[in-house]
């Protein structure tokens, strides 16, 4: 079985930027790429499992979303990291689009995407992690049985206060998605080579 980091797309992989349609409208986080090297390198098949409900709001087509992805994938491809397949939720309970206005088991906090790409590829949940700024990344991943990651980018600071007043709270939380990565890959190591 291969285990899998998987990876909120805005405000943990990219800069929140509120509705984005189109590659133009992309801001990077400076470490992102080498955040996703550092995961391949330790092992992970990194999948990004994201909540688009523009398409349910009739922001934006489901085709952007997926041409979107596929120019994040092939950027991050050029410079030597790994993107293995995105998933995106294009529904929303009282979405403007008929088409996409449902209630989707695909939509986080469900952790319907997760489990779809387990099937996928033959991943090994609990030894996967989710790794999130969102409320809703933590609990997909804690329903999912994957460790969890909270990052304190985006919408993470605000997060992590929520979380300590509610809990329960990710498995732990860091700064920004290389000091994630940087944990992941002790976590593939023998624990000998980590104390």
């Known amino acids: 079985m291969?285990?899998?980091?998987?990876?909120?797309?805005?405000?943990?992989?990219?800069?929140?930027?509120?509705?984005?349609?189109?590659?133009?409208q992309v801001g990077f986080f400076p470490c992102a790429v080498d955040a996703v090297r550092t995961m391949n390198r330790a092992g992970y098949l990194v999948i990004v499992v994201s909540n688009q409900s523009a398409v349910a709001r009739g922001i934006c087509s489901e085709r952007q979303i997926i041409e979107?992805?596929?120019?994040?994938?092939?950027h991050f491809k050029d410079r030597g990291a790994e993107i293995t397949a995105f998933y995106h939720c294009p529904y929303l309970a009282d979405g403007k689009v008929a088409g996409y206005r449902l209630d989707s088991p695909l939509r986080k906090p469900a952790p319907g995407m997760l489990l779809q790409a387990a099937i996928d590829f033959d991943l090994d949940l609990a030894?996967?992690?989710?790794?999130?700024?969102?409320?809703d990344d933590i609990e997909a991943g804690r329903r999912a049985g994957c460790l969890t990651?909270?990052?304190?980018?985006?919408?993470?600071?605000?997060?992590?206060?929520?979380?300590?007043?509610?809990?329960?709270?990710?498995d732990h939380t860091v700064d920004d998605l290389l000091a994630a990565a940087r944990i992941i890959a002790t976590l593939s190591r023998p624990a000998a080579e980590r104390d």
């Open 68 to 74: 979107l992805h596929r120019q994040l994938q092939s």
């Open 2 to 24: 291969n285990k899998a980091v998987f990876l909120d797309r805005d405000g943990t992989l990219i800069q929140d930027r509120g509705y984005i349609c189109d590659f133009s």
């Open 149 to 170: 990651m909270l990052v304190r980018s985006g919408q993470g600071r605000f997060s992590e206060t929520a979380l300590a007043k509610t809990g329960p709270g990710p």
């Open 127 to 135: 030894c996967s992690v989710m790794v999130g700024d969102k409320l």
